[in-house]
């Protein structure tokens, strides 16, 4: 007799239903939890044209996953196994990913062909930071030399030297006219006193000019960014940021921001804000350079973007993948509603190279 057809005690038999009940839903929970992973989002790159992101994970080597900035849908999902993509930048379409590994190799992948083009291989120098050309040229950073490739064949098309010396982070403009690079080393006479500063390279033709066009001595040495007219180069520094404008060959501001942890610098789409990351997201208007906004986070951003809209800001503040502002962003996995997860969940979707 099942405990539906014993009608002596249906007390007992509410019992029996409520212990199936409960284990179906303990067992529905496990389920959840192994499908769903906790993963930070390492790195986070935009396409030139705003409409496509690409993001890269510490909890997930291999992976790099493409979504689209206007609705946040998943594109698409890479899986570069056995590498590991340190560094993610997009090209103007956001067809094609630049990205290097642990041995400094780097390649480009076309996400609509699937082939991998390698463009440098790596295990020589430390390879500091790579970005795209407006165009089909590729700029790298290996110690105190910037290098410019062809993304298509990889073949060099020109070198510099860095007068400045150890170069930590490079930033192509928008224009395709200046290449800018930051600069950072600790002083031999004085090791708690950094040596830091950033350099302004004009490209003739293909080539990069001799000299630098600029060398700002005492500012920057992290993160840089150019606004979308190429007029201005914003950059962070130890405790805060500076923006230089090539035009006039002036300072337009240079503001002290008491922390140390900032990591992400970003202009919004009609350069009227400038986001910096940190402990928090400051949104600065760059009419008065006063402080528009906090954005609180659950974490340290080390990496974000601004949607096309202007209005939010993608970034990394908090382990469950990709937030926009302080929410974190679900997708729908193709099985349905009840199989919603977090970004980070994303193994079905998943290509091998």
Partial sequence: MSILDNKLNPYENFGYLMIVICVLIAFHAIASAQQHRQVTVADIAKSGDDQ???????GLPGIVDFVDTNM????????????????????????????????STINVFNRLTRENTQIAPGGQFLLEDIDWSPTNQIASAFSSFIMIYDALDGSVIDSTTSVSGYITNLAWSPNGQFIASSHRAQDIFNPTNELVSTEVYEILGEDIGEDAIEILDDIGGYALAWSSDSSRIAGLKRSGFFVYNIETNSY??????????LGAIAWSPDDSRLAIGGSVIRVWDTNSWQLDREISVNGGVSTLQWTPDGQHISNNGGPDGLYIDNTPISLWQPTGPLSRVSLCSLMPYTKRV
């Fill in 72 to 103: 946040g849908n998943l594109i698409d999902s890479i899986d570069f196994s056995p590498s590991t993509p340190l560094m993610i930048r997009l090209d103007t379409s956001g067809d094609r990913l630049l990205w290097s590994d642990s041995e």
């Fill in 252 to 261: 337009e501001a240079n503001i002290n921001i008491d922390e140390e942890l």
């Fill in 52 to 58: 496509i992101l690409a993001l890269q994970y510490d």
